[in-house]
């Protein structure tokens, strides 16, 4: 089988078009498999309310937001960017068509849409729906754990659309018109949605640069003033947000802010690692898997290819967050690199029943039918203990301590919880200040040691209790163990509310 790359174009767009159908049933079982996974697991609260929250209050106010909101720690008008306001109304827009299963429904297609994406430009990019299945995979492991909702999930499909689009220009199947109208309009979506909008620019910036170095070694390239009109419409595009041209001062400051880089595991780099369950695992055996394969193998990537492995490479040895970003855009060329080490695809359609099958699994696992109570969620501890639908959301979410302080809020005194519960009271109740919650950058170095000196209950921790004169705490059994223990032996302290996961001390009146 003569290699994709070395057919003649006019054959391998034939190829391109009718190729599809031939590698579905590798990558449509896969894709299916991740539908299913997510119908059955929870939607983590950690940045899914409080974004919701904000994009509430927008809403609401009919402005964007530019300050603290929700915490006493901080003065109010202490200022705050809230970079991601177009995915924080889009959840809250989807939230009200159709609560908590319409969230949960939005994650699923996000997700399975932009890997089926990227999937089907692997196929096309190498002729070989093996090896795009073996590469999606790949990617699937490296990336499930990051699957929440929040707005890096909406950011997830425009980034791979954007990644795409470009890849199949580089290719030779998108014209260069399309080109252009195609990356502006995606970035200036994606750079309202989240800040991995830099991801796009550094994309076509270094595709012009492996186009300008194939061209100077004398080999074939993708037209340079395409390249270069794209990356400066690409990056004229990204100037199309609130903050204009500080959107970049913006993604800087984040990416070099102590508190997330020293306390949430996310910020920090990945850790060496056995466990297959841990995508950092996924990840080193990705790296050590193409740079192998590059090195030995018969295929030898572009050097825009070889720019972007490097660069996204780069970027996720710098931090676990960035691994799903790395595994799901360099899927074609780990395609690439694995299709010569196949065998040649056959002719496959979907049979009439795997496409039934397929519809059968994507009908129940609607949120709305919860199928994960036919395998027990019911009785997990995994999922929340109260609510309609606590089967879709983790254990972490508090809903009957939220409603039960939106129906009794403290009449004195100031609350402290710890910072996941404080995303799900954010939304619930927002009219009751919390000390920290996972805006991390909003919040000093102080104030991070401040909240986890209370967590730990010794003395210091007593102390600042008193001194932010915080009379109700709300704890996780599981994991404020130590300062339950303290509150509990401390007659000033009385329990008013208790369920499965959380319980409710306030002072107690004489």
């Known amino acids: 089988m003569q290699n994709y790359h070395e057919q003649p174009k006019a054959i391998r767009t034939q190829l391109g078009s009718r190729l599809w159908p031939q590698i579905a049933p590798a990558v449509a079982a896969l894709l299916c498999l991740s539908w299913f996974f997510l119908s059955i697991t929870p939607l983590p609260p950690n940045d899914l309310w409080w974004h919701m929250a904000a994009g509430r209050t927008m809403l609401h106010e009919g402005a964007l937001l530019t300050q603290n909101r929700w915490s ?4 109010a008008d202490a200022p705050y960017i809230y970079q991601s306001w177009l995915s924080e109304i889009a959840m809250y827009l989807l939230w009200r068509v159709g609560d908590v299963p319409m969230l949960s429904l939005a994650r699923m297609l996000l997700i399975t849409a932009s890997y089926g994406l990227v999937a089907w430009h692997a196929a096309r990019h190498t002729g070989s729906g093996k090896a795009a299945a073996a ?3 790949l990617a699937i492991l490296a990336g499930w ?4 909702l929040r707005p890096q999930t909406f950011a997830l499909l425009a980034g791979a659309a954007f990644a795409v689009a470009l890849g ?3 290719d030779g199947r998108l014209a260069p018109r399309a080109l252009l109208v195609a990356l502006p309009l995606l970035m200036a979506l994606w750079v309202n949605l989240h800040g991995s909008f830099v991801l796009g620019i550094a994309l076509v910036v270094l595709a012009l640069a492996g186009a300008a170095a ?12 395409t390249l270069g009109a794209a990356s400066a419409l690409t990056a004229g595009a990204a100037l199309l947000n609130p903050l204009g041209i500080g959107i970049f001062a913006y993604v800087r400051s984040m ?3 102590a508190p997330l880089q020293k306390w949430f595991v996310e910020w920090q780099s990945p850790k060496p690692s056995l466990n297959l369950l841990d995508t950092s695992c996924w990840f080193f055996l990705i790296v050590l898997l193409i740079t192998a394969l590059m090195a030995l193998g018969p295929k030898r990537p572009s050097v825009t290819a070889v720019l972007w492995y490097c660069a996204l490479a780069w970027l996720a040895f710098g931090g676990v967050r ?3 970003w790395f595994a799901l855009l360099i899927m074609p060329l780990i395609a690439q690199q694995i299709a010569p080490h196949l065998t040649p695809d056959r002719p496959r359609p979907l049979h009439p029943a795997a496409l039934a099958a397929i519809a059968l699994v994507g009908i129940i696992g609607l949120p709305w039918l919860q199928i994960n109570t036919l395998i027990g969620a019911g009785g997990s501890t995994l999922f929340a203990s109260q609510g309609s639908y606590r089967t879709l959301m983790a254990d972490t979410t508090p809903i009957g301590a939220g409603e039960w302080l939106a129906q009794n809020p403290p009449s004195s005194g100031r609350m402290w919880t710890n910072i996941t519960y404080a995303s799900y009271l954010e939304w619930r109740t927002p009219d009751i200040p919390q000390f920290t919650d996972l805006r991390v950058e909003l919040f000093p170095t102080d104030t991070w040691e401040q909240s986890f000196a209370i967590a730990g209950a010794k003395d210091e921790g007593m102390a600042l209790i008193d ?4 009379t109700t705490l709300l704890l996780d059994r599981r994991r404020d163990t130590k300062l339950l223990a303290r509150i509990s032996s401390d007659p000033g302290w009385c329990q008013r509310y208790a369920d499965r996961d959380a319980q409710i001390f306030q002072r107690c009146t004489s």
Not at 214 to 225: K, P, T, V, Y
């Open 168 to 170: 199949e220009f580089l």
């Open 467 to 470: 001194r932010w004169q915080i």
């Open 135 to 137: 590469a999606l995979l």
């Open 255 to 257: 990416l070099g802010n």
């Open 322 to 324: 960035y691994i799903m």
């Open 145 to 148: 754990s990051n699957w929440t």
């Open 214 to 225: 194939q061209r100077a070694q004398g080999g074939a390239s993708a037209s340079l003033r």
């Open 72 to 75: 006493y720690a901080l003065p």
